[in-house]
């Protein structure tokens, strides 16, 4: 928690618990309220961050780790799943407390994740709401965007941001606390005025962190693809992407000052392009010195990676590659979009291979559960991955809000995708079926793992 008392308007801005089956950190941070919190500074407001994620019990060797938990009861509509049910983040006495250590905000910003994760965030606004009786509360995220009427019905949340860009953040909460606009910094050029852009210069507020295990970094907004199961084009309207050279200047700018060792892109398109982009940004790494592990949770596309992307890879200090493959299928690869085949697959690994990594560090994500999809065609892509000398790591999917292929799930799932976000969640493979079934899913989880 951080907080500096100033006469501007004091805004606190909160990043929910998950609630949900299961949840490990693969280096989450709340990367848009971040860059909210630091254009609000920039900008002389006062904040005060609270991140109940922010609270691991167990940090491995790159930062990530689990999350804290506190086991909590079903959500009736889930009852039948024979799993837990857990939040995950800061134990509810601790951020009492912290509350009631803060001063009254002029103005509360929630953020949100996954659709399926909005019971976490309802309970952290009825919290709030409680605390703090005059503020008004304005929520945000994925989980807002891609459901906002059920938000706009059920959160208790004052306004909920229907998407946009930092600045449209910053024009909306001027408003709302009265703050007359003329006399803000404005730094046009550290935000771009195009909806969904990106900051060239003004960085995430990760300095409000006590420790800084690991930071996360984008160099880009949207992807120029249109997979039928991703909300990426529908989140970001376009592709944008940060001049290489500031980049490096914001990496430079952690390792050196923070000296965090551990970085994330949360770039859905990183590779996009190289020669112009990646190739760039980590010959200058290289040139600079910087030393830090970098990690790609979200995958990089295959289809970039020839011997020059991959040796900067090795050489730049990728230590998570995780590849978006999905299906070694042909015709569920044409139908979801085309993003890669298999020719291209086998290539990229033999790259990455010759350039230095094993089998076992290329992790490739399998989409299994998608609707009408045969358990016969999760055991080949397995097979395939296998056969290609890279280690196949199956992701089940989860049916999302204005995506193609959300149709076609409503259509083949048991449950109602369309009124209870709830069902979109991952572990309870909403799109099960005679021709995959759960067991199906257990069994060749089991056997991945051995
Ligand atoms: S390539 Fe990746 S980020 Fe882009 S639309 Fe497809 S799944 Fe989404």
């Not at 008392?5 to 004091?10: I, T, V, Y």
């Not at 919290?127 to 995220?141: E, M, V």
């Not at 290539?347 to 089998?359: D, F, N, T, V």
């Not at 560090?361 to 358990?375: D, N």
Request: neutral net charge; glycine residues 6%; proline residues 5%.
């Amino acid at each position: 928690m951080f907080h500096v008392k100033q006469s501007s308007p004091h805004i606190l801005l909160i990043n929910p618990w998950i609630t949900d089956f299961a949840a490990y950190n693969f280096w989450i941070r709340p990367l848009g309220l971040l860059y909210i919190a630091s254009l609000l500074r920039e900008n002389g407001f006062q904040i005060t961050l609270i991140d109940c994620l922010g609270f691991q019990i167990k940090t491995k060797r790159y930062g990530d780790g689990k999350f804290f938990k506190t086991k909590i009861e079903k959500p009736s509509l889930l009852k039948s799943i024979p799993k837990n049910y857990s939040q995950y983040g800061i134990p509810e006495e601790m951020l009492l407390k912290r509350l009631s250590n803060i001063e009254e905000p002029d103005l509360i910003c929630v953020s949100s994740g996954m659709t399926y994760w909005y019971l976490g965030v309802f309970k952290l606004i009825e919290i709030i709401r409680r605390f703090f009786k005059k503020a008004s509360i304005i929520l945000g995220g994925i989980y807002a965007i891609l459901c906002y009427e059920h938000a706009v019905k059920y959160s208790g949340a004052n306004i909920v941001f229907n998407g946009g860009s930092e600045l449209d953040v910053l024009k909306l909460i001027s408003e709302l606390t009265n703050t007359d606009i003329q006399k803000l910094h404005f730094n046009d050029s550290a935000i771009s005025h195009k909806p969904s852009a990106i900051s060239n210069d003004l960085f995430p507020a990760f300095d409000l962190y006590p420790n800084l295990d690991y930071v996360c970094i984008t160099t880009s907004r949207g992807c120029p693809f249109h997979c039928t199961y991703c909300a990426s084009p529908f989140l970001t309207k376009g592709f944008f992407r940060r001049d290489p050279l500031k980049v490096v200047g914001e990496i430079e700018y952690w390792t050196n000052r923070f000296q965090v060792n551990n970085i994330a892109f949360y770039d859905d398109a990183l590779l996009i392009e190289p020669s112009t982009h990646f190739i760039p940004i980590m010959k200058e790494v290289i040139k600079r010195g910087i030393y830090c592990n970098f990690h790609t949770p979200n995958a990089i596309h295959i289809r970039e990676i020839d011997e020059e992307v991959a040796d900067l890879l090795f050489r730049g200090g990728f230590k998570t590659i995780r590849l978006g493959f999905e299906s070694s299928n042909k015709d569920t690869q044409i139908e979801t979009g085309g993003k890669v085949d298999n020719q291209e697959f086998r290539q990229a690994i033999k790259h990455l291979k010759r350039a230095g990594y094993s089998g076992e560090e290329i992790g490739v994500y399998i989409m299994i559960g998608l609707p009408g999809q045969r358990v016969g065609e999760v055991e080949e892509s397995i097979a395939f991955v296998k056969e290609s000398g890279a280690k196949p790591m199956l992701v089940e999917y989860s049916p999302i809000p204005h995506t193609p292929l959300f149709e076609k799930a409503k259509k083949m799932s048991q449950f109602d995708l369309e009124n209870e976000p709830l069902f979109h969640n991952n572990s309870i493979l909403p799109c099960q079926w005679d021709g995959f079934t759960v067991a199906d899913f257990k069994r060749l989880k089991e056997e991945l793992r051995r």
